[in-house]
């Protein structure tokens, strides 16, 4: 839920932002401007919930909490991306293809009942799918039409 409220208040600041200072709305800058800041606020949980987010990945996978890491520091990255207009493109569809392989880890983390700010496990379980799926699935949609169908 925090994402969609970091995403959504930074888009419209923005975009208001913009038509003061342009005269005109940017709807897509604004929208890469608001992808960005909460990429970099959801890496910020990488780093601070490290040990809840690697609960999210499968015991089988090795290296989870390095992967935690990198994950947030590829979150970094590709908001920087989306802000410079020659990397934007190839950021944009690297962040859905990003987006795409994150949603496992939420399928997972929901059927085990993964608190990761807490690290435990009395998270809210499957009915969190109900909310996140769309969410994942506006996010994919938002990156789109702000990155790539320009």
């Given at each position: 839920m925090k994402p969609l409220i970091v995403l959504s208040i930074v888009f419209v600041i923005t975009l208001v932002a913009i038509k003061i200072?342009?005269?005109?709305?940017?709807?897509?800058?604004?929208?890469?401007?608001?992808?960005?800041v909460m990429l970099c606020f959801t890496a910020i949980g990488h780093f601070a919930f490290t040990k809840g987010m690697s609960m999210m990945i499968p015991p089988f996978v090795p290296f989870r909490i390095p992967i935690i890491y990198l994950t947030g520091v590829f979150e970094i990255v590709l908001a920087i991306g989306?802000?410079?207009?020659?990397?934007?493109?190839i950021s944009g569809w690297t962040l859905i293809v990003f987006l795409l392989l994150m949603?496992?880890?939420?399928?997972?983390?929901?059927?085990?009942?993964?608190?990761?700010?807490?690290?435990?496990?009395?998270?809210?379980?499957?009915?969190?799918?109900?909310?996140?799926?769309?969410?994942?699935?506006?996010?994919?949609?938002?990156t789109y039409l702000s990155a790539i169908k320009v």
């Open positions: 200072i342009s005269g005109t709305y940017n709807f897509t800058l604004s929208g890469r401007v608001a992808m960005s989306l802000l410079i207009p020659r990397f934007q493109l949603l496992p880890g939420n399928v997972y983390a929901a059927m085990h009942y993964v608190n990761f700010q807490k690290a435990t496990f009395d998270g809210p379980g499957l009915s969190y799918l109900w909310f996140r799926i769309p969410l994942q699935i506006l996010f994919l949609m938002w």
